[in-house]
């Protein structure tokens, strides 16, 4: 039987090609991406069915400017109210919403800034996702870190004064499976405080060996909570299961991770529906696992290698600014994260209103920190997964964020 699920696409086969064809044209040859597949553990929840039910009654056309008005004067706001925050209507009251958002990050945060830098270890794939840079059709360098490979990365990254990392992979269990993912947390933990992996979802089992080898907290992107949308964007692979996808961070926390971290991917959907599914994910997590660290993050698309027409869909920077602010006003006590897809001028400004997390040092190749930190080039490199807008590295980006009157924060956790 055909691999459907190729792993590099620089000398794809007529029959891959053939293949690659019928996956966009026929909907009829690719499986079903509500249907689980054989090893993917199914956890008891209600949480995708909360979320869901929410979106599904939701209509953002709806709200009035009274409702946001009430929504802004309301001391503990609900799902009501978050729902009128993320709405048309509440557009034009963005200064006050600013306004609110500063001072319930302020109240909760203080003048912090955490800064993490993502080191990806691997651009192997076998999902097939239109939208990706990494996915197993697009015609790319690959390339996967040895053991030492990782370790001289991370050396140069924790030389430069960074004490949090976030480990990054494409999903090919086959290519970058958990024990390799597990001896990177490992090596990470000699050189950092914290380390977050970012890589496929995976089974309780995986997370509490992940979580033994060193991974503080996980990071899942939905992508989009819009299933119908879901399935013409992921057209083979075992990210194709939205339901197992949806529950990663659930079944993270039960594997004992400290914390976890999620989000649509902006652009790829509606994305006030999006934003409103991704804000109620993280709630009922929180309600359900109290413990737990939570975060939301907030991507927009970027372009990628060999597409051209990926950019940013319907989101521009005044509405992703009114989805931060109606977050941090729904949930306070969250940490936001807003990454370097966004550009210097929009992080600094965000980081003194709704935010408290951003990426600096940044590189979405493979191998390439110590030409980027030291400028010497090493030839060896993968190519990205997507484009970033803000490339200021770490040195500058704690200067920038001291000259802005904040306190740029690199650990916060102590193990004892």
């Not at 503990?76 to 500063?102: C, D, T």
Request: aromatic letters at 10%.
């Amino acid at each position: 039987m055909e691999n459907q699920f190729l792993v590099d696409s620089g000398a794809l086969s007529p029959a891959a090609l053939e293949r690659k064809h019928r996956l966009e044209n026929d909907p009829s040859c690719r499986t079903d991406h509500m249907a689980y597949l054989e090893g993917q553990e199914q956890i008891s929840s209600d949480i995708c069915e909360k979320v869901m039910r929410e979106v599904a009654s939701y209509d953002p056309s709806q709200y009035t400017a009274a409702d946001v008005v009430r929504a802004l004067e309301k001391e503990n706001p609900g799902i009501p109210e978050l729902k009128a925050l993320l709405s048309p209507a509440a557009e034009p009251f963005l200064e006050r919403m600013s306004q609110r958002a500063a001072a319930e990050t302020r109240k909760h945060f203080g003048n912090t800034v955490y800064l993490f830098t993502p080191l990806y270890i691997a651009n192997y794939c076998e999902n097939y996702c239109v939208y990706c840079g990494f996915n197993c059709y697009n015609h790319i360098r690959r390339m996967k870190l040895s053991a030492a490979q990782i370790e001289h990365e991370m050396q140069v990254i924790a030389e430069s004064g960074m004490e949090e990392i976030l480990i990054l992979t494409g999903e090919s269990r086959a290519q970058s499976d958990v024990a390799y993912i597990g001896e990177a947390c490992r090596l990470a933990r000699k050189y950092f405080r914290m380390v977050g992996i970012e890589i496929y979802p995976v089974n309780v089992a995986d997370y509490r060996y992940l979580h033994e080898c060193g991974a503080d907290y996980v990071t899942v992107f939905q992508e989009t909570y819009d299933t119908e949308k879901y399935e013409t964007l992921h057209l083979a692979g075992h990210k194709r299961v939205w339901p197992y996808r949806f529950d990663a961070q659930e079944r993270a926390l039960m594997g004992g991770m400290r914390g976890v971290a999620g989000s649509a991917l902006l652009g790829l959907s509606e994305f006030r529906h999006d934003a409103l599914a991704s804000a109620l994910h993280m709630y009922f997590l929180q309600r359900k696992y109290p413990q737990a660290e939570i975060s939301l993050s907030c991507p927009r698309l970027r372009p990628i290698i060999n597409n051209g027409r990926i950019h940013p869909q319907d989101v521009g920077e005044r509405q992703l600014c009114q989805i931060l602010c109606a977050y941090r006003i729904f949930l306070p006590f969250a940490g936001i994260t807003v990454s370097s897809r966004e550009s210097r001028r929009f992080r600094d400004g965000i980081v003194k209103i709704a935010a408290t997390k951003i990426s600096a040092g940044v590189s979405t190749g493979i191998g390439d920190h110590e030409s980027k930190y030291t400028g010497k080039e090493c030839g060896t490199e993968g190519d990205e997964q997507f484009e970033i807008a803000d490339a200021r590295s770490f040195r500058q980006m704690y200067q920038d964020m001291s000259g802005e009157g904040l306190q740029p924060v690199l650990n916060d956790y102590l193990y004892v």
